[in-house]
């Protein structure tokens, strides 16, 4: 009998190497309220000591003047993305689940898996963006939206090599850590490997809270989870995600400077056929990851002890928890606001 209860104690105890679909629901949740919950405290304790300092105006007027501050968006920027990464290690602290249930595998990654990652993640950008916005932006224009492809604003080289590391580096570690480590992991417990990629896509996507910023980050969001779910490794989609990133910032800061024009506005034909090609092309780096990766690998296990094996293509949206229904109203809410 008390081998019994040790052996019991002993599976209590234990931590756990794989998420659950409620895992996903509370963790979304958690990173859309707070976030926005913090950055608010956080804009308020600054405007009091603005206010107690003699700053005049309306408390509209302070905070966007503080928008123009360095150190203001510095912090701003590090705290939304560093809550990604703390709410992770504190849910798994908390809940008993161990970090390596994220598939965050860097002694397993291989150098040609790794170049190729790269390479996808410039090219997308060329092929992904100039279809997207080239096919949507005269569409937000009519209806009075404001696309921001391209658009970060760079007035010295510093402000430049800041954004390489603020808006490059580290939000792809953190988003792909939350994202495609724990809620597309989570949500394989309820949903297909192929539904879930969809679902974890459009979470992403909605997260940016941007009707603009919704359709890239999409089918975006899709290509780094497949590569994530093919390899079982999360190296990979951060290194696509990181230097996706990277080039966006390097071809706005090019436009700003004037070195090179790129306007979508109006787009001769044989660019929608570049963007065709190129969009093609990160595809078919796509493949080849898949292939490189296992080409001395049989078969990726992504299954973990005790995880929950689905059908490949069952969906059923009735598996959703409210938590993460509540999670897409508020982002949905957002968008809405923002677009107003």
């Not at 800061?253 to 004037?258: A, H, Q, R, V």
């Not at 490189?292 to 002890?305: A, Y």
């Not at 969906?315 to 923002?338: D, Y």
């Amino acid at each position: 009998m008390k081998d019994k209860e040790l052996e019991d104690f002993k599976k209590v105890s234990q931590k756990r190497n794989f998420y659950t679909t409620i895992d996903s629901g509370r963790v979304f949740l958690i990173a859309i309220v707070l976030p926005f919950v913090i950055s608010l405290l956080f804009a308020y304790i600054v405007l009091a000591i603005k206010r107690g300092q003699g700053a005049e105006g309306t408390s509209a007027e302070i905070l966007k003047s503080l928008e123009s501050k360095l150190w203001f968006y510095v912090v701003m920027t590090l705290l939304n993305q560093l809550l990604f990464l703390l709410i992770v290690v504190l849910y798994n602290k908390m809940c008993r689940v161990k970090f390596s249930a994220t598939n965050l595998h860097v002694e397993k990654t291989k150098p040609l898996t790794a170049f190729l990652s790269v390479l996808a993640g410039i090219v997308a950008v060329f092929g992904f963006l100039i279809l997207i916005d080239g096919c949507f932006g005269n569409l937000f224009s009519k209806l009075g939206i404001k696309s921001n492809f391209l658009t970060l604003s760079h007035s010295n080289g510093w402000l430049f090599v800041l954004d390489l590391f603020l808006l490059g580096v580290i939000p792809p570690i953190c988003e792909e850590i939350l994202f495609r480590g724990l809620i597309f992991n989570g949500l394989k417990e309820r949903f297909s490997p192929y539904a879930s990629i969809i679902l974890t896509s459009l979470l992403f996507a909605l997260m940016h809270q941007s009707l603009t910023q919704f359709i890239y980050p999409f089918i975006l969001g899709i290509v780094l989870t497949t590569i994530m779910y093919k390899t079982g490794n999360l190296v990979y989609s951060i290194l696509v995600h990181m230097f996706n990133n990277i080039t966006t910032i390097v071809i706005s800061y090019l436009i700003e400077k004037k070195v090179i024009s790129i306007s979508f506005k109006s787009m001769p034909w044989w660019m929608y056929v570049l963007g065709v090609v190129l969009a093609g092309a990160t595809f078919a780096l796509f493949y080849l990851i898949y292939r490189f990766h296992l080409s001395k690998v049989k078969s990726v296990e992504n299954e973990k002890e005790g995880e929950v094996i689905q059908n490949p293509f069952g969906m059923n949206v009735g598996k959703m928890p409210l938590s993460m229904f509540v999670g897409i109203l508020i982002c949905m809410a957002m968008i809405v606001i923002n677009a107003i």
